[in-house]
């Protein structure tokens, strides 16, 4: 398996509280990604990195920020959590842009009360 | 705006039958990716298809992709109730990263 690592796994967070999810790589891979997967939505791309401090917006990025100050972590950040933004987060890795497959983290549900 | 749409998003079918899943995409895309779910799992990669008329397969899976149709499809061969997943398929149109996911199809097969 591809050393990824998403911590935590779980959480429970209150409405307006900020919230930082890890996402850990041991493969020096080049590309991070963070996903949010709901219910008849498949999977939403929030933000994603091709380098160190190079970072740029998915689909669903508002709410959300990202950084990566070196190439084995990126972190996204809920500013200030709200209920719609409950889920089941996956960081997804690659070496070479997309041309390779991509590995994925275990995911970490949050949940905003 | 890109859409990714799967069909059928969910099927239950028998053992030892022969299915097709559908991923249909509404831009010009040459990267096209099949990955697999079990419930309460990640996903796992299955298949990359990197150009038009590209084949692929593992096992009872078999993945193509006709870039012209904006269609890849996903062919299950004499299923087993160890392919029970659901099945995601997902585009970079774009060349940017920035991969697009269709709903996915929930897959259940009868013992």
């Known amino acids: 398996d591809a050393g990824i690592t998403q911590s935590p796994r779980h959480k429970v967070t209150e409405t307006g509280t900020p919230v930082t999810l890890r996402c850990h790589q041991t493969e020096n891979h080049r590309y991070m990604y963070w996903y949010r997967q709901d219910p008849g939505h498949g999977l939403r791309l929030i933000h994603y990195?091709?380098?160190?401090?190079?970072?740029d917006k998915g689909e669903v990025s508002d709410g959300y920020s990202v950084s990566r100050s070196k190439t084995e972590d990126f972190l996204l950040t809920l500013e200030s959590a709200t209920s719609s933004q409950t889920s089941v987060y996956f960081c997804?890795?690659?070496?070479?842009?997309?041309?390779?497959?991509?590995?994925f983290g275990q995911g970490t549900r949050l949940t905003v009360v | 705006e890109l859409k990714v749409e799967q069909n059928p998003l969910f099927l239950s079918m028998q053992e030892g039958k022969n299915y097709t899943i559908y991923c249909n995409y509404s831009t010009t895309s040459d990267r096209l990716y099949w990955y697999r779910q079990d419930p309460g799992k990640s996903l796992e990669s299955l298949f990359v298809l990197l150009s038009n008329g590209a084949v692929k397969q593992e096992g009872r899976l078999m993945a193509s992709l006709d870039t012209k149709a904006r269609l890849s499809t996903l062919h299950i061969t004499a299923a087993v109730h160890d392919l029970s997943a659901t099945y995601f398929c997902a585009v970079d149109p774009n060349r940017d990263d920035k991969i697009i996911f269709g709903k996915g199809t929930r897959l259940h097969i009868l013992p």
């Open positions: 990195s091709y380098g160190v401090k190079d970072t």
């Open positions: 997804a890795i690659s070496e070479d842009s997309m041309n390779t497959e991509a590995f």
